[in-house]
């Protein structure tokens, strides 16, 4: 194994979104993860659209690649053991499970560093502790209509809506693994573990407000909240002639260039646009005069009118056209796979590069309970045990009931 977690071993109790995408980014970075699921499996194998197989979703397989699947009965006092014997050796928990819940279950923070002080103990929460809202349960539409992501859409058109990806998991999860990164250079320093809780109301309250805070970060408050550049209803990809292009000139050098090759050199002297203040300030006519520019010609043309002049611009992708990227293309970013169960697939390649080593072992997302005998093995059980376990349903393997 190799990257920059190589050697670091997580016992990932999470479901769904939110935590596998914490636990993925560790996993890629050359973790090993081990996905403790119930019996039944994690939700997000049934739930998403799109299967060959029961319990293998394509969403699943994006959220889980590189992990290995126990799946394990911890209401049952030998299922229980054995993950305990398993959170002894390891460097991270990881859970996304109420706090409530976890503490009954005994897997809360004074629990387990009893057993493993080095332990980084980390639980992504839907609400931080000591506010009302605390040990309630939500998913990402929740926390998008409380943390005024889909109020920054009724700003821009009139109506509350939801980003269509699971933006708040998404952010959320990624909080958490850098959280967990922190936390273990702490601990080469100190030798001690220590527990983390990574909330997604406040985080995400903190994403939006960081953006739309603004005027209201003065008190009194100098102006209106919320950037009025962001939630114009302009602010969107603009209609060509042929199809959409999107076109964001920020600078001095970038706007003037940008009027110069609309015809419009005369803007460059306007009160209204002449630096980055005015055009804020004025955003709306800004946006307005682009969007009448660009009706004007075709995507390809204001492509390499704009990129001949080094303003920032790019084409529209749908979903289905993103497949076809040539950038992705040439880095080699969707890349073909072969599952051992689900056979050929096409799955996102891991973005960042570290000059000290990536992994280089990939694993294919584990059916459930794959590596459910192995991984008890290394808990020290041996086979006649692992069998006896299975049989009364507190393990599942691929072949055994579950």
């Known amino acids: ?146 943390s005024g992501v889909a109020g920054t859409f009724e700003r821009a058109n009139g109506t509350p809506r939801f980003v269509p990806m699971v933006m708040t998991d998404h952010i959320t999860g990624l909080i958490a693994a850098q959280c967990i990164g922190f936390a273990l250079y702490r601990r080469e320093k100190t030798g001690i573990g220590e527990a983390i809780e990574v909330p997604m109301f406040e985080n995400m309250a903190s994403f939006v407000m960081s953006e739309h805070l603004g005027a209201g970060t003065f008190d009194p408050p100098v102006g209106p909240l919320g950037d009025g550049r962001l939630l114009s209803p302009d602010y969107r990809p603009v209609a060509t002639r042929d199809g959409y292009i999107t076109v964001g000139p920020n600078t001095n050098a970038q706007a003037f260039a940008f009027f110069d090759a609309i015809g419009r050199p005369e803007l460059k002297t306007d009160p209204r646009f002449r630096d980055a203040a005015s055009r804020t300030a004025n955003a709306a006519d800004y946006l ?67 000059s000290g080593g990536m ?25 006649a045990t692992i069998d006896r376990l299975a049989e009364a349903g507190v393990v599942v393997m691929p072949g055994t009931p579950g």
């Open 288 to 354: 307005e005069i682009r969007a009448g520019a660009m009706r004007e010609k075709t995507t390809a043309e204001w492509l390499a009118i704009l990129g001949e002049k080094d303003v920032p611009c790019a084409a529209y992708n749908s979903l289905e056209s993103l497949l076809e990227d040539p950038h992705l293309a040439a880095t080699g970013f969707f890349a073909a796979e072969e599952h051992p169960s689900e056979g050929r697939i096409r799955r996102t390649a891991i973005p960042n590069r570290f």
């Open 359 to 383: 992994r280089e072992e990939a694993l294919p997302a584990p059916r459930l309970g794959e590596q459910s005998r192995a991984i008890l093995r290394q808990a020290g059980l041996d086979d």
């Open 1 to 146: 194994m190799s990257g920059p977690l190589a050697g670091i071993r997580v016992i990932d109790m999470t479901a769904v979104v939110v935590g596998p995408i914490c636990s993925r980014m560790m996993a890629d970075q050359g973790a090993e993860v081990i996905k403790v699921e119930a019996p039944e499996g994690d939700l997000l194998r049934r739930m998403a659209q799109g299967s060959r197989n029961p319990g293998m979703s394509g969403k699943f397989m994006q959220f889980n690649r590189n992990k290995r699947s126990l799946a394990l009965d911890i209401k049952h006092p030998e299922g229980r053991a054995a993950l305990l014997r398993l959170i002894e050796g390891a460097d991270v928990f990881v859970s996304n499970i109420r706090p409530q819940a976890l503490e009954r279950a005994g897997l809360g923070w004074e629990a387990l560093r009893a057993r493993n002080p080095r332990l980084i103990h980390c639980s992504i929460l839907a609400f931080g502790r000591g506010g009302p809202y605390f040990n309630r349960p939500a998913y990402d539409p929740i926390i998008q209509s409380l």
